[in-house]
């Protein structure tokens, strides 16, 4: 690759693009508060700068604005309201706890206001830090403010220049997980007689739940570029790439028939290895559209992946000629397989050209609150300890709340660092904590033990700035991917910023203490202070799965009537399946992190998510072949089964959530209509066939689901799990 292009691809690169941004910024205060001869600006500054970039979340120019101005008129209360109280304990303590839930619960309306409130607890922490030097009312907020304008005039520039690469790198991230979970399902066509389907079913769950966030966190640029869900301008063609790369998520994450019976039939044939070539292309197809579209490259699909196909075809067809009758009903379900993989492969083919796909909706489903009444609802609607958002900031305001009484009780002088630890410490539960607690330790000691001799070598003003810059810049590089990292960083810059008010040495101790302190309070906020372990909501979720699936295959098998037809209503279906079996993925990972006696049969709890997730691929694949089906006995059929599938797993979700018998809740019909779904016709055609034997798929595994849910529901669950 040429240096052009390599440089091109690096400011593609979001990491280093967002570093340069903050190079700017940075840059932006230091020298004129060098060149002025302003040391006691230099902190302020950039803490304002600091603040600004955490509240900030991406959104369009217009969108930018108005965040823009509701930052700062939060960031100025904030700030204001601790220089005014400063002096008033009682008061100060009070007006912190109340702020702290206030700004907290700012974030049910969204996740940008998630992203202001954090900032605004920020700056006002940061405003305590300078608030025993601070000469008057307005200089230090004055100060803090300047830093936050300064990054956000920079910030809106930058964008303007380039409006659409947050689309670009989020659009790119969605297709490099698809290539991931193509990469990840080819290892289910090796041809062994002992293949064990269950930890690769794990694997793809977790590869799931990657993409379905990458794709959620793709909507969501989307909807920041559209008008209540519509699309318009430069964006509308990666709006079509996006539906592309849902529609194929839906193919790779179906599942056609039990593998395991495939690769013992096959193990002697050389299919199976076709199809794992085939997989292995299109992933490689995957890749090279990510890199197409982070560079904002015109994507060239390649050959190498319609030949593997074409081979793929001659091997079935070789199979077909022998004629042994044992093949019949395996071949059909390899049809079934090619066919899904053919229709992958026209899509990958059309992202070169999205627009010749026919899209029936080209609307995003867009949730987000619009007016002050929408907002408050949505306020309102956490005024419950069910929530979780309420409870976690009543933890917070609690932890940071007690933290100002220890730092009051014992007179310490730099003690606000407590505050700032445990704010960034102290998450929704204990999990993410827990990871946060240990970076956040390790991060310190080690920016202490490299800050401390970096004052030495480095004395002069000067070259302290430099160096404070690069800090800086690299907490930020560093942020997203590894915390411990960038808690290294910035514990550097924080020496150098205090270094330049003549106390550089001064804060190691004090630094390192109040990490420790603001460390425990934010683990002792999340074990004591209304906790909430998984295990405790493991059946909700469990619940939300199963109903999310139903509500999938409902839309699905109406499909069967009328015809395909991706409006907002089925993708919207589809998107809640998947999201639910990705955060059941996500919470049974968090349990496994907490304390031993919060935690559930774990065997039992990755059982559910396997089957949960063989759920979800077959009802997926009934979605990637929808078509009308003519033969009225066989969709009378499909109807009965499915009325039958759903009362089963109606049944399943009372029982999981404790409202249901442990009888056994079977219809007189239900084992007829078991039989006749695994019998079908040679006569029907291939369609009829598929959908047939998807539910009699799903019919195998109910009898295991309920037979797991009596174990697993709230009854159960406190027999096992303490009350917290």
Not at 376 to 387: G, H, Y
Not at 436 to 448: D, E, P, W, Y
Not at 682 to 708: G, N
């Amino acid at each position: 690759m040429s240096i052009l292009g390599q440089l091109r691809l690096l400011w593609a690169n979001k990491t280093f693009n967002y570093s340069v941004l903050m190079l700017f910024a940075l840059l932006g205060v230091v020298i004129p508060a060098w060149y002025l001869e302003q040391q006691t600006w230099v902190t302020p500054l950039i803490l304002g700068v600091i603040a600004a970039a955490l509240a900030e979340s991406d959104d369009s120019f217009t969108g930018r604005l108005k965040a823009l101005i509701i930052t700062m008129i939060c960031f100025a209360i904030a700030s204001f309201s601790i220089e005014l109280l400063f002096d008033t304990p009682w008061f100060f303590a009070a007006g912190l706890f109340v702020s702290t839930l206030g700004f907290v619960l700012l974030g049910a309306i969204g996740p940008r206001y998630t992203s202001i409130a954090f900032g605004s607890l920020l700056v006002a922490i940061y405003t305590m830090l300078g608030a025993s030097e601070s000469s008057d009312l307005w200089t230090q907020p004055t100060l803090l403010l300047g830093g936050a304008s300064w990054y956000y005039l920079v910030s809106l520039v930058w964008n303007s220049l380039w409006p659409l690469q947050p689309v670009q790198q989020s659009l790119s991230n969605v297709f490099n997980e698809l290539s991931l979970y193509l990469d990840a399902k080819r290892n289910l066509f090796h041809p062994t007689r002992n293949l064990i389907p269950q930890p690769h079913r794990l694997k793809e769950a977790s590869l799931n739940a990657c993409t379905v966030y990458a794709l959620n966190e793709c909507k969501t640029t989307l909807l920041n570029r559209s008008k209540r869900g519509h699309v318009d301008g430069p964006s509308d063609r990666f709006l079509q790439v996006y539906f592309i790369a849902q529609d194929i998520h839906e193919r790779v994450s179906s599942s056609h028939y039990r593998y395991q019976e495939l690769a013992s039939s096959f193990s002697h044939s050389d299919v199976l290895f076709r199809f794992k070539h085939l997989l292995e292309m299109q992933s490689i197809a995957c890749k090279n559209i990510a890199h197409a579209l982070k560079l904002g490259n015109k994507y060239s699909h390649s050959n190498d992946s319609l030949n593997a196909l074409v081979e793929l075809q001659d091997s079935i067809e070789y199979l077909e000629t022998q004629n042994r009758p044992e093949w019949k009903p395996l071949l059909v379900q390899i049809h079934y397989l090619f066919n899904n993989l053919a229709t992958v492969e026209k899509l990958l083919s059309n992202v070169s050209n999205p627009d010749i796909v026919n899209q029936d909706d080209n609307v995003l489903d867009d949730t987000n609150a619009h007016t002050p009444l929408a907002m408050w609802r949505k306020i309102k609607s956490s005024f419950t300890l069910d929530s979780l958002l309420l409870r976690h900031a009543i933890r917070l305001s609690c932890a940071l709340t007690l933290g100002y009484g220890i730092i009051q009780f014992f007179e310490l002088e730099r003690g606000y660092w407590i505050l700032l630890t445990t704010l960034f410490v102290c998450q929704p539960n204990y999990s993410a904590t827990r990871q946060k607690l240990t970076a956040r330790i390790a991060g310190t000691v080690v920016g202490l033990l490299v800050g401390v001799p970096l004052l030495t070598l480095f004395p002069s003003t000067e070259s302290q700035l430099v160096l404070l810059v690069i800090s800086g810049v690299m907490f930020f590089a560093f942020r997203l991917n590894n915390y411990g990292y960038a808690t290294g960083f910035i514990t550097v810059l924080v020496l150098l910023c205090f270094h330049q008010l003549g106390e550089g040495y001064a804060v190691v101790l004090p630094r390192l203490m109040d990490t420790l302190i603001g460390c425990a309070l934010a683990v002792c906020a999340v074990y004591f202070i209304l906790p909430d372990w998984e295990s405790k909501r493991l059946s909700k979720i469990m619940v939300s799965a199963l109903k999310t699936n139903r509500l999938y295959l409902l839309q699905i098998i109406g499909q069967y009537r009328v015809g395909k037809k991706d409006d907002l209503s089925y993708r919207i279906a589809r998107r809640d399946a998947h999201n639910a079996d990705a955060n059941l993925s996500k919470a049974i990972s968090n349990m496994l992190a907490e304390p031993d006696r919060y935690q559930l049969d774990t065997d039992e709890c990755f059982r559910f998510l396997t089957l949960n997730h063989a759920l979800l691929s077959y009802i997926s694949a009934l979605g990637a072949h929808r078509q009308r089906l003519d033969d009225e006995s066989i969709h009378l059929l499909v109807l009965e089964a499915h009325r039958s599938i759903n009362q089963h797993i109606e049944v399943i979700e009372e029982n999981l959530s404790g409202t249901g018998s442990d009888a056994t809740h079977t219809t007189v019909d239900q084992f007829d209509i078991h039989r006749r779904l695994s019998e079908w016709r040679d006569e029907d055609d291939r369609s009829a066939r598929m959908v047939l034997q998807q539910l009699h798929l799903i019919y195998r595994m109910l009898p295991e689901l309920q037979t797991l849910s009596t174990h697993l529901k709230p009854e159960a669950l406190s027999q096992t799990t303490p009350e917290s």
